[in-house]
């Protein structure tokens, strides 16, 4: 996708609320109002309730019954380590995972929640679907987004900021199947009561966008059939599916989960960057101790958990930042740790290995006129490995400011192309002047993209330096595998069949754009560091390889059986385990959010129901 010039600083408003607050949104009043055909009575009461809690809320504003539930956000500074400061549960980042996980536990024990990031709310970067492009592509220090390159040459984000992808992502929400569900070695049942835990609380149902339809109904007419309708349900054909940004265009976080512990028992910790695990090495194998962390001024601190046996240190960091910290920790490679001087805690040689990305490639549509801005709603599922999606537009709030994005500016752009020497200003003008051909990239037209599912080609991560501020080394090898390049084949021939359909045709220009004229304009409206072959866009197997981007879909580096075994629990050491999507083989579904929030809440519960019994958790 196209990467924007501007950041906003647009106030919004905070989208947490009390249970009983929530209850008078519209979807849950729909709810009372079938409770009042099932119970008459008790119904009519309810919904009276509700109406006068709904006027009363409107007069005190939302801010008063957000702080009822919500544990308190305090930057790390905050911290004491007192004896009495010592907890149950530590748990390592408080993204996709980190947050249901942390709400979940508090529930019955003490835990403290330390987010490298700052808070999502009142930041309208992230709060407003308008703003998406911009949040992502703002690379200042303080962002809820640091970017990566990866040595393939694809720029990449990781989330750093409460909430973690679920702040930068495009909202789509969809669950994994049921075959993912087995493979993973999960409690169906279980499963299926977490799920929906995540649902009540952070999603709806989208508006359906003009471009979402016509690629809705130009996937049926190439053959792309079933329609499932309206589903969160992972089903071959095409379907609309769940999204996190509610009917006003106001995004819902992970971090909105929160809301759901016990604000007695949570304590979460923004600017607390986790530099490393403490661990005891006096047994006959480590156990973890607690973690050491610098607060939001470079002070240091030390969080450690109660000395009853269960209590544990969890790493929801993500696929880059948990591998990131156990190799900081001691946990990876002997040969490795000991070149960064590292000292080694534990040999395993299988922490940073097997990393892959779904590559994503897209193809541009001109159309005959501005179409409305719009992510990531309908899905087409083929038998073959590839989902299509699609998004359109250019969204900006009318008072953002300039800002200087770095290697994703839109002012530098595919000049990140050129090697460093060759850079200068008769090139940056030569790329401006370029740029002009674009055909209205941002603003008359959309996107239809294709992405591989559970790609074979695998990379590895490891420390460039012991800087945890730093990204480490990533290698996704992208198309490494042949298969995974047959499927991309296949992916863009499907986009030719949708683009061709009477549907589209509505939409888009005249028949003037051939294919090759098509794939042409894609490379160059894609942004990466790989040198592009605008001629040679016949072949197909070449446009994949020039103009695979990424939809931030990476995943492994601590996989089941390797890192961690099916409780998600530390190989080789007590007290440690990893919830994440470093855990994954594939990624699950076409967009992973909704599994890794579930995943949050079912290890949540799991742990609960070792601990306490199988009603923990209810």
């Given at each position: 996708m196209p990467f924007l010039k501007s950041v906003v600083a647009l106030k919004c408003f905070e989208a947490l609320s009390t249970e009983v607050a929530s209850t008078v949104m519209a979807r849950n009043l729909e709810v009372a109002l079938r409770f009042v055909i099932m119970v008459p009575k008790e119904g009519e009461l309810l919904v009276k309730i509700l109406m006068f809690l709904s006027i009363l809320g409107s007069s005190q504003g939302r801010r008063d019954a957000i702080a009822v539930r919500h544990p308190r956000l305090r930057e790390a500074s905050s911290f004491s380590s007192t004896p009495a400061a010592e907890y149950d549960y530590i748990i390592v980042g408080g993204g996709t995972a980190g947050c249901p996980l942390a709400a979940t536990l508090s529930q019955n024990y003490s835990v403290l929640l330390l987010e490298r990031g700052g808070s999502p709310y009142r930041n309208g970067n992230i709060t407003h679907m308008q703003n998406f492009h911009i949040g992502l592509a703002d690379t200042s220090p303080g962002s809820p987004s640091q970017s990566f390159i990866s040595t393939d040459g694809v720029i990449n984000a990781r989330a750093r900021v409460l909430g973690g992808g679920t702040c930068i992502n495009a909202g789509f929400y969809s669950r994994a199947s049921p075959s993912f569900v087995k493979a993973a070695g999960w409690d169906e049942e279980l499963v299926n009561e977490s799920y929906p835990w995540v649902e009540r609380r952070i999603v709806s149902w989208p508006d359906v966008a003009p471009w979402q339809a016509a690629l809705r109904d130009g996937l049926l007419e190439a053959g792309f059939s079933p329609f499932n309708g309206y589903t969160y349900d992972h089903i071959y054909?095409?379907?609309?599916?769940?999204?996190?940004?509610?009917?006003?265009?106001?995004?819902?976080?992970?971090?909105?989960?929160?809301?759901?512990?016990?604000?007695?028992?949570?304590?979460?910790?923004?600017?607390?960057?986790?530099?490393?695990?403490?661990?005891?090495?006096?047994?006959?194998?480590?156990?973890?101790?607690?973690?050491?962390?610098?607060?939001?001024?470079?002070?240091?601190?030390?969080?450690?958990?109660?000395?009853?046996?269960?209590?544990?240190?969890?790493?929801?960091?993500?696929?880059?930042?948990?591998?990131?910290?156990?190799?900081?920790?001691?946990?990876?490679?002997?040969?490795?740790?000991?070149?960064?001087?590292?000292?080694?805690?534990?040999?395993?040689?299988?922490?940073?290995?097997?990393?892959?990305?779904?590559?994503?490639?897209?193809?541009?549509?001109?159309?005959?006129?501005?179409?409305?801005?719009?992510?990531?709603?309908?899905?087409?599922?083929?038998?073959?490995?590839?989902?299509?999606?699609?998004?359109?537009?250019?969204?900006?709030?009318?008072?953002?400011?300039?800002?200087?994005?770095?290697?994703?500016?839109?002012?530098?752009?595919?000049?990140?192309?050129?090697?460093?020497?060759?850079?200068?200003?008769?090139?940056?003008?030569?790329?401006?002047?370029?740029?002009?051909?674009?055909?209205?990239?941002?603003?008359?037209?959309?996107?239809?993209?294709?992405?591989?599912?559970?790609?074979?080609?695998?990379?590895?991560?490891?420390?460039?330096?012991?800087?945890?501020?730093?990204?480490?080394?990533?290698?996704?090898?992208?198309?490494?595998?042949?298969?995974?390049?047959?499927?991309?084949?296949?992916?863009?021939?499907?986009?030719?069949?949708?683009?061709?359909?009477?549907?589209f045709a509505r939409l888009t220009v005249d028949d003037a754009y051939t294919m090759r004229m098509l794939l042409n304009m894609s490379v160059q409206a894609n942004v990466n560091l790989i040198p592009k072959h605008t001629k040679d866009t016949a072949s197909v197997e070449q446009f994949c390889r020039d103009s695979v981007t990424t939809i931030w879909h990476y995943h492994g580096g601590c996989h089941v059986g390797r890192v961690v075994d099916g409780e998600h629990r530390v190989l080789g050491v007590s007290r440690l385990r990893v919830v994440d999507g470093s855990t994954f083989d594939r990624s699950p579904g076409t967009n992973p959010q909704a599994t890794v929030m579930m995943m949050g809440r079912y290890m949540g519960v799991k742990i609960l129901r070792k601990r306490l019994g199988r009603a923990a958790g209810a």
């Amino acid at each position: 996708m196209p990467f924007l010039k501007s950041v906003v600083a647009l106030k919004c408003f905070e989208a947490l609320s009390t249970e009983v607050a929530s209850t008078v949104m519209a979807r849950n009043l729909e709810v009372a109002l079938r409770f009042v055909i099932m119970v008459p009575k008790e119904g009519e009461l309810l919904v009276k309730i509700l109406m006068f809690l709904s006027i009363l809320g409107s007069s005190q504003g939302r801010r008063d019954a957000i702080a009822v539930r919500h544990p308190r956000l305090r930057e790390a500074s905050s911290f004491s380590s007192t004896p009495a400061a010592e907890y149950d549960y530590i748990i390592v980042g408080g993204g996709t995972a980190g947050c249901p996980l942390a709400a979940t536990l508090s529930q019955n024990y003490s835990v403290l929640l330390l987010e490298r990031g700052g808070s999502p709310y009142r930041n309208g970067n992230i709060t407003h679907m308008q703003n998406f492009h911009i949040g992502l592509a703002d690379t200042s220090p303080g962002s809820p987004s640091q970017s990566f390159i990866s040595t393939d040459g694809v720029i990449n984000a990781r989330a750093r900021v409460l909430g973690g992808g679920t702040c930068i992502n495009a909202g789509f929400y969809s669950r994994a199947s049921p075959s993912f569900v087995k493979a993973a070695g999960w409690d169906e049942e279980l499963v299926n009561e977490s799920y929906p835990w995540v649902e009540r609380r952070i999603v709806s149902w989208p508006d359906v966008a003009p471009w979402q339809a016509a690629l809705r109904d130009g996937l049926l007419e190439a053959g792309f059939s079933p329609f499932n309708g309206y589903t969160y349900d992972h089903i071959y054909g095409t379907k609309i599916g769940g999204t996190i940004f509610d009917k006003d265009g106001f995004r819902h976080t992970a971090a909105d989960l929160l809301a759901a512990g016990n604000p007695e028992n949570l304590r979460v910790l923004l600017h607390a960057t986790v530099q490393k695990i403490v661990f005891d090495t006096k047994g006959r194998r480590p156990k973890a101790a607690g973690v050491q962390f610098k607060d939001e001024n470079g002070k240091q601190h030390r969080a450690l958990l109660k000395n009853a046996r269960q209590g544990e240190v969890i790493l929801s960091s993500g696929a880059i930042g948990s591998p990131q910290l156990l190799l900081l920790s001691g946990i990876g490679p002997k040969k490795h740790l000991k070149k960064l001087d590292i000292r080694l805690v534990l040999h395993n040689p299988h922490v940073g290995r097997g990393m892959s990305d779904n590559p994503l490639n897209s193809i541009f549509m001109p159309t005959k006129k501005p179409v409305r801005q719009s992510l990531i709603q309908t899905v087409g599922i083929t038998k073959k490995g590839v989902f299509i999606e699609a998004s359109s537009g250019f969204g900006q709030s009318s008072d953002s400011i300039r800002c200087h994005h770095g290697i994703m500016s839109a002012e530098i752009g595919q000049l990140s192309t050129i090697p460093p020497k060759q850079r200068s200003l008769e090139a940056a003008k030569r790329y401006a002047r370029d740029k002009q051909k674009l055909p209205r990239e941002a603003f008359q037209g959309g996107f239809i993209l294709e992405k591989i599912d559970g790609p074979l080609s695998r990379g590895r991560l490891s420390l460039h330096d012991t800087d945890v501020d730093n990204n480490p080394c990533v290698t996704f090898n992208y198309f490494s595998h042949p298969y995974d390049l047959k499927r991309c084949v296949y992916g863009i021939r499907s986009i030719e069949e949708i683009v061709r359909t009477k549907r589209f045709a509505r939409l888009t220009v005249d028949d003037a754009y051939t294919m090759r004229m098509l794939l042409n304009m894609s490379v160059q409206a894609n942004v990466n560091l790989i040198p592009k072959h605008t001629k040679d866009t016949a072949s197909v197997e070449q446009f994949c390889r020039d103009s695979v981007t990424t939809i931030w879909h990476y995943h492994g580096g601590c996989h089941v059986g390797r890192v961690v075994d099916g409780e998600h629990r530390v190989l080789g050491v007590s007290r440690l385990r990893v919830v994440d999507g470093s855990t994954f083989d594939r990624s699950p579904g076409t967009n992973p959010q909704a599994t890794v929030m579930m995943m949050g809440r079912y290890m949540g519960v799991k742990i609960l129901r070792k601990r306490l019994g199988r009603a923990a958790g209810a």
